[in-house]
């Protein structure tokens, strides 16, 4: 029988969410790491909340009426960068290729959307996830590391840097204007919600921004132009979103400042991409997208 590849109805929720937990309740346990998808409820939930995003896009593959996977791509407009993920596929299913096809189908319709940029953040410790991307043209840029742990507080920030909340476009734009120049594209979309939720920080010196953060947390993400202004970011969280946030594994100073700190390493994550990459220019923290 042929497989089917078509896009996701909210009726097809519960099947697809509960593959999601399923096939990380499968690499989880094996590996002794907590499940990224805790629940069937959080794995039919987050596909919903997929679904309702409109720079969100996701197929799924059948086989005579019964999911078996299901794959998302996610655009982040003005950002040239597009994301893959989750992708999955039902444990039993597994070795059939079908991780194989939905991946194609996701860089075709990003191919489509016009974008070269292809991110995701891959869990290091499956192998199969690995070659898969691999053989679809991802190369490894940045491991990383979950970071789980209290908020800081501005107890713990000695730094007399001016720290406050984005409050209008034009503290979007010069934020902005600092990604761009460290990443090398704007990522605008997800400032301006970060501004709207009221988490945004930025760090000001004699009218000059030094860094600034789209919420301290796994879908957040944070520029600086040191690691002393990276701290001063993560200092001054008053919460941290989700379960945690990603900090690239190879910046010693700020993981062993968390460690001392009391945080702790919770997972590892690889960031990989296709296409056009600038090593950020200064100390940075990724999203679980990018
Ligand atoms: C990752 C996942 C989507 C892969 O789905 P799949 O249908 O098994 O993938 P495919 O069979 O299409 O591709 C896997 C490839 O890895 C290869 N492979 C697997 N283990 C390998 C190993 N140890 N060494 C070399 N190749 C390996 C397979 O041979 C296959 O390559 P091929 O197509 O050239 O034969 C599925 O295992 C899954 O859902 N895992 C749990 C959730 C998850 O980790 N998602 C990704 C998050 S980053």
Redesign the pocket.
């Given at each position: 029988m042929s497989l089917v590849i078509r896009p996701i109805e909210h009726n097809d929720a519960e099947s697809c969410g509960n593959?999601?937990y399923e096939?990380?309740k499968?690499?989880s346990s094996a590996h002794g790491y907590p499940s990224?998808q805790h629940s069937e409820e959080f794995g039919i939930g987050l596909i919903n909340s997929l679904l309702d995003n409109p720079n969100s896009w996701g197929v799924l593959a059948e086989r005579q009426g019964k999911t078996?996977?299901s794959?998302f791509l996610h655009e982040f407009p003005p950002s040239p960068v597009a994301v893959i993920?989750?992708?999955?596929?039902?444990?039993a299913?597994?070795?059939?290729?079908?991780?194989?096809?939905?991946?194609e189908a996701a860089l075709t319709r990003a191919s489509k959307q016009n974008h070269d940029q292809i991110r995701?953040?891959?869990?290091p410790s499956?192998?199969?996830?690995?070659?898969?991307?691999t053989?679809c043209g991802f190369t490894l840029r940045e491991p990383l590391f979950l970071m789980q742990g209290q908020p800081l507080k501005v107890s713990n920030n000695t730094s007399s840097a001016n720290v406050r909340l984005l409050r209008s476009d034009s503290d979007v734009s010069v934020c902005d204007e600092l990604c761009k120049s460290i990443h090398g594209f704007s990522r605008e979309m997800e400032l301006r919600q970060a501004k709207d939720q009221g988490i945004a920080t930025m760090i000001e010196q004699n009218g000059v921004i030094t860094g600034y953060s789209a919420g301290i947390g796994i879908l957040g993400h944070a520029v600086a132009n040191s690691n002393e202004d990276l701290k001063v970011l993560i200092a001054n969280a008053s919460v941290i979103l989700g379960p945690g946030f990603f900090v690239p594994a190879r910046n010693h100073e700020i993981i062993n400042w968390l460690l001392e700190c009391g945080f702790q390493i919770g997972w590892p994550?690889?960031l990989m991409t296709i296409g056009p990459y600038q090593e950020p220019l200064a100390p940075f923290l990724p999203s679980l997208a990018y």
């Open positions: 593959i999601g096939a990380h499968a690499i990224e078996l996977g794959i993920g989750p992708l999955t596929v039902h444990p299913a597994e070795g059939g290729g079908i991780g194989r096809t939905l991946m995701l953040v891959q869990s499956h192998i199969r996830s690995f070659v898969l991307y053989k994550a690889n």
